[in-house]
């Protein structure tokens, strides 16, 4: 066992743990163990037939194949399986990055005001992201790099839309500290609704002003954040 934690970076919805690339390499750069987890509701070869309980799964066993303490890190959608499935006594510290730090009981599609925003474009089981009058790009990288925010745009899946619609039963953030990356240029996850969270879960709200998406636009932020609290 070791006393240092290892950090697991949780992608959020349509994602891949590509997207934690650059704050990964920082975080490795400055000695931390870093993990990383594909949720199987976006990357699995029979996605449509998966729910939210399958993320919370891959995330619990991501956690177990990890030795000694473990600091779970969980953008947007990532915080829903992550408080569904890092429940783990060696789970020491969640940080939810612009997150749904949900309760029991709620569903990300019921946090959102059960309807599905209208840059959603639903095709039977599956949901995708952004449309041509609201592209990825605006949603999620306002504030990065565009040539970076077009190949990540390229890089979007669809995903289950059960893992929207599904409760959760578990809620780790009630045994555990946590803190919470408020996201002040969000256009797609109000900054009262991540105020909300964060004050609800008890979590340490850290502001920054960025996009829906600072491990991009910020990425040393981010890691300074996810470093502070892996030491707490």
């Not at 891949?16 to 390499?25: E, H, I, M, P, Q």
């Not at 990890?66 to 947007?76: C, D, N, Q």
Request: hydrophobic content about 45%; aromatic content about 6%; proline content about 6%.
């Amino acid at each position: 066992m070791t006393d240092e934690s290892t950090i697991l970076l949780v992608h959020g919805a349509w994602h891949g743990s590509w997207c934690w690339d650059l704050v990964a390499g920082l975080l490795r750069d400055r000695g931390w163990e870093v993990r990383t987890v594909d949720l199987p509701t976006v990357h699995s070869e029979r996605k449509t037939d998966l729910a939210l309980a399958d993320d919370a799964a891959a995330v619990a066993a991501a956690i177990d194949a990890i030795e000694g303490p473990v600091t779970v890190v969980a953008h947007s959608y990532g915080g829903v399986p992550t408080t569904q499935g890092a429940t783990d006594p060696k789970v020491t510290h969640i940080v939810y990055v612009a997150a749904f730090a949900l309760d029991l009981g709620e569903s990300l599609l019921a946090a959102v005001g059960n309807v599905a925003p209208d840059w959603w474009l639903i095709d039977g089981p599956l949901a995708s992201a952004g449309t041509d009058a609201q592209p990825p790009q605006g949603l999620f990288y306002g504030d990065v790099d565009s040539a970076l925010a077009d190949a990540c745009s390229a890089r979007l899946l669809p995903q289950s839309l059960r893992a929207f619609t599904d409760t959760i039963d578990q809620t780790a953030w009630r045994d555990r500290p946590s803190t919470y990356i408020i996201t002040e240029q969000d256009v797609i996850f109000p900054v009262v609704a991540q105020e909300a969270l964060a004050a609800r879960s008890g979590s340490v709200a850290v502001r920054l002003d960025t996009s829906h998406s600072p491990f991009l636009s910020q990425p040393d932020a981010v890691a300074d954040v996810i470093e502070n609290a892996a030491r707490s």
